[in-house]
């Protein structure tokens, strides 16, 4: 299938379901159609192991009805993406130091891919403590330029390569700049952008096509900080889906891979959360409300102990006890209906990042959208790159 059949396959089917893409369910449940609520019958069938099982690797069942079935055959076809099978290059031990298994799978896979490159200069846009740039300059004539906004993950940085990475001191320059206020023009021959997150990534987009740097890598992430750059190919532009907060939200959090004690404990959190809106909403009928932070062991409380931390209006504490009770089954379906939510949530990435994809190739320059990481350790994982990384 061509990308541009893709992507209008994709919008076509996200419009079909705009309503739950969104839309909180908490706020539009008694609005949703009433197909979400057969889906939600079909899921209602499974044990709560099972239920892991679906949110983490949706899968058909015999006892799902024909039309759920229908629904996430065709989620799975849409989702498809090309997976490229890099073998990792072992980082040597000063780059591979006090990583966390992400960061060591992404730039071991990253190495190889850097290393087929001819590039010798790099702008390593959002870099942080300039990971990706030790791993591109290392044992090699090659420069990066590892620009962030944040000047104290700079100093770590600096300083890490002073003590353990020595031999990349020259190579490495660290520009301390907001992206979208930088009057600096980059004369670099590979742009990079390892999560650039939400507008981030169109500076990395706009920067390569307006310099006249010959590559590019990028992975998208935090997308609900997205404010303007939606719908920005021209194919987009001809029928725009505008995603609201919760739909990039959405798209932000897909593709996660949650234990069976994290499921868990996701679902605590959920019945807390939706019980305390339903009692404020519907009991104490006050719509607007705040709620403070609270740490993730309150949710191992009781629930009146929990409102008592959350909600500072006095209530009544003993009544909590039993209204819990008597609003789960309808907190369940909340939780059952989010999960029908959430398997919009990867589609809606593949629909941001074809957009950036058509948004190139309308522009000249041809670009691959691969999935590179392992979803377990880095769900965040597909690239928009030169076809020139792949063998
Ligand atoms: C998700 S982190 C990725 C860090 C690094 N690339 C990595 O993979 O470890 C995004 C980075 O982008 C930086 N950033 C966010 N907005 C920026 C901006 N407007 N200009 C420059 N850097 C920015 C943040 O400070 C942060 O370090």
New binding site residues.
Partial sequence: MSDISKFNEIRKFLFEHEILLQTECLETFDELPKIYKSFLDDLKKLNLKELHQFSTHPYTSKKFSFAFCAFLEKIKSLEKVTKYDVIPTKLEPSLARKLRPK?NH?LSLLKTLLDRSQSKTML??????G??SNVFVHKKDKKAYC????VS?QEVGRSKILKWIYENKDKIEFIN????NCEKSFSVDLIC?????GE?SNKVIDLYLESKTSEIINFG??YHKIEKKQNISNEAKKKPLLLSFHALTLATRSNSIYTYEEFLKRFRIKQYRYTIHLYITEELRINDYKLKACHEKDYTKSFSEYVSIVYEKKVDLRFLEEYIKIKEERVLELFYIDFIRDLLGRITELYILLDRKLYLQERGKQVVLRQIFDQNLSPRNIALMNPSFLL
């Fill in positions: 960061k992404e390593d846009v959002g870099g942080g403590i990971h990706l620009l962030d906004i944040d993950l700049e907001d992206l979208f952008g390892l999560h650039s997150c981030l992430c935090c």
